[in-house]
């Protein structure tokens, strides 16, 4: 078996890979930018940046699973996979709790003006003690795009500090019935969290008349997909006071470049991408990758968990 490799694996996950074949690594996630023996490739690895898309999985005629350490799968071609009965392997749930402190992390940065504080005093103001209009969390509204394992796991986070904490899901209408219920929250929300993967159905899903249906002063956080929001209401919305302050661990753009107006604006709170890769976390999602598409490999049982049978 051959494994090309697109990103590397925590160090564990890249071992096991290693005692079950040959590994091969692309100098970029790009694969199509190199020479590469794709004839040999039996699995193609890949994390956020890689692009599995149908031209590459084409190229590899003795392909026999695609996987995607993390839960995201936007940058796998799932539909050319389906059609070539290319099994899907990924790594849901597993990055739950490190994405849920990282939300809580955003919420209390921005309410608790924690950034700022620390900046200020590393610049030797310690007298924005006494403008830091910090707020607290407690009896704050939250409201949850989404009910998936992330969601959850962040509503027992905030419902422990004593936030009310409301979870808006599809309930089996597809995206306008997740808008439906969202609308009958949005005018009381202190801070609305996005826990929905990104698709054609949702591109912009955070647009002008969203933002404008929120409760003044509201904050938005922004851990799922950069692509679920319009930018440029976004700049606008904070421009205006509207929206207090947008907290993000995804952009539209990864990198963003460095005149993005979301990134330079006072109020924001941007992360790179880290939600989920804490030293725990990231070796579990790469051992529970590794372990699976080695198991597809050898003709063995994967965890039923690590298959993608398509969207619910």
Not at 119 to 132: G, L
Not at 182 to 188: I, R, S, V, W
Not at 249 to 260: G, I, K, L, Y
Request: overall charge negative.
């Amino acid at each position: 078996m051959t494994i090309l490799m697109l990103e590397t694996l925590d160090t564990a996950g890249m071992a096991l890979l290693g005692e079950a074949g040959e590994v091969i690594h692309s100098p970029t996630p790009n694969a199509h930018d190199h020479s590469l023996p794709f004839d040999k490739v039996t699995a193609i690895i890949t994390r956020g940046l890689g692009k599995l898309d149908r031209p590459l999985l084409e190229k590899c005629p003795n392909l026999k699973v695609i996987a995607r350490c993390g839960a995201g799968l936007n940058n796998l071609d799932t539909v050319a996979a389906k059609a070539m009965n290319i099994p899907v392997v990924f790594a849901p749930g597993i990055n739950a709790t490190a994405v849920a402190e990282h939300v809580l992390m955003l919420i209390m940065m921005i309410l608790r003006k924690g950034f700022r504080a620390v900046t200020e005093v590393k610049n030797s103001n310690w007298q924005y003690r006494n403008d830091m209009q910090s707020d607290d969390l407690c009896g704050k509204k939250v409201t949850l795009v989404g009910t998936g394992n992330i969601a959850r796991k962040v509503a027992e986070y905030t419902s422990a500090l004593s936030m009310e904490t409301v979870m808006c899901g599809r309930e089996g209408r597809g995206m306008q019935g997740l808008r439906d219920n969202l609308e009958t929250h949005l005018a009381t929300t202190d801070v609305l969290s996005l826990h929905i993967p990104a698709d054609n159905d949702n591109d912009l899903f955070v647009d002008a008349i969203l933002l404008n249906n929120l409760k003044p002063g509201a904050i938005v956080i922004n851990t799922a997909r950069g692509s679920l929001i319009d930018e440029l209401a976004m700049v606008n919305a904070l421009n205006d006071g509207h929206i207090a302050a947008y907290g993000a661990d995804v952009m539209t753009t990864q990198p963003p470049p460095a005149d993005n107006a979301l990134i330079n604006h006072p109020n924001t709170v941007v992360t790179p991408h880290a939600a989920a890769l804490t030293k725990r976390t990231y070796q579990e999602m790469s051992i529970f990758t590794a372990l699976n598409v080695v198991s597809i490999l050898s003709g063995s049982t994967p965890d039923k968990l690590s298959i993608y049978h398509g969207a619910a």
